[in-house]
């Protein structure tokens, strides 16, 4: 089903919707409180200013979405596709992004506050000085990201891809490093625990007694 209308600053609740297509459609500063999208479409949509609090978005596309300065709560975007996405101020708040990928969006100025992003694909986009402490990237593709000054204590990375990160000045103490290769990657001024280092160290054939 396809639906062609405007939905600008109302407030949509409860909401169980499954295969819709909401392409082109205009969400501007429009409230969404417990809905439910699964195999939705929002190609193209205006989503800017709008608030989703716990909201699930299932096996979605959002390419080419326009979600700057939006505001996402407890929401769930699993499995989704936001390839292009406009994303400038947009906050997410223990939000749920497993799966989901980001290629090619607009990332600049996102704030990212908990919540679980593991097996997401953010290559090359910047979280650079975010507060991303207890946070879960288990298997995220993390190539070429800008984490400098990246606050990462206690996170999980455990099996996330690296490669090519820039990690200057973060803080990684107590993160879950596991199936990853410290030598691999550029520690310098990175603040890591004395497991880390033993790890590290042992990794570089040094007899740790």
Same mark, same amino acid.
């Given at each position: 089903?396809?639906?062609?209308?405007?939905?600008?600053?109302?407030?949509?609740?409860?909401?169980?919707?499954? +295969?819709?297509?909401?392409?082109?459609?205009?969400?501007?500063?429009?409230?969404?409180?417990?809905?439910?999208?699964?195999?939705?479409?929002? #190609?193209?949509?205006?989503?800017?200013?709008?608030?989703?609090?716990?909201?699930?978005?299932?096996?979605?596309?959002?390419?080419?979405?326009?979600?700057?300065?939006?505001?996402?709560?407890?929401?769930?975007?699993?499995?989704?596709?936001?390839?292009?996405?406009?994303?400038?101020?947009?906050?997410?708040?223990?939000?749920?992004?497993?799966?989901?990928?980001?290629?090619?969006?607009?990332?600049?100025?996102?704030?990212?506050?908990?919540?679980?992003?593991?097996?997401?694909?953010?290559?090359?986009?910047?979280?650079?000085?975010?507060?991303?402490?207890?946070?879960?990237?288990?298997?995220?593709?993390?190539?070429?990201?800008?984490?400098?000054?990246?606050?990462?204590?206690?996170?999980?990375?455990?099996?996330?891809?690296?490669?090519?990160?820039?990690?200057?000045?973060? +803080?990684?103490?107590?993160?879950?490093? +596991?199936?990853?290769?410290? #030598?691999?990657?550029?520690?310098?001024?990175?603040?890591?625990?004395?497991?880390?280092?033993?790890?590290?160290? #042992?990794?570089?054939?040094?007899?740790?007694?």
């Amino acid at each position: 089903m396809r639906i062609d209308a405007s939905f600008d600053s109302l407030t949509l609740a409860d909401l169980d919707l499954e +295969d819709v297509r909401f392409d082109n459609c205009s969400f501007e500063g429009t409230t969404f409180r417990n809905c439910r999208f699964v195999r939705c479409t929002f #190609r193209s949509a205006k989503l800017m200013d709008a608030v989703t609090t716990s909201c699930q978005f299932d096996q979605c596309d959002l390419s080419g979405v326009n979600l700057s300065g939006s505001s996402h709560e407890n929401t769930a975007l699993t499995n989704c596709k936001l390839a292009f996405a406009q994303l400038f101020s947009v906050v997410f708040r223990e939000c749920k992004l497993v799966g989901s990928s980001f290629e090619e969006a607009g990332f600049s100025g996102v704030t990212v506050a908990g919540g679980d992003w593991s097996y997401v694909n953010l290559r090359y986009h910047s979280l650079k000085e975010q507060d991303l402490r207890r946070m879960r990237f288990i298997g995220a593709d993390l190539f070429g990201c800008n984490l400098e000054k990246a606050d990462l204590r206690e996170a999980d990375l455990s099996n996330s891809i690296l490669g090519s990160v820039k990690l200057k000045g973060a +803080d990684i103490r107590g993160a879950n490093v +596991d199936g990853i290769d410290l #030598r691999s990657l550029e520690l310098k001024s990175v603040k890591i625990d004395l497991a880390q280092a033993i790890s590290l160290a #042992r990794a570089h054939g040094a007899v740790v007694s």
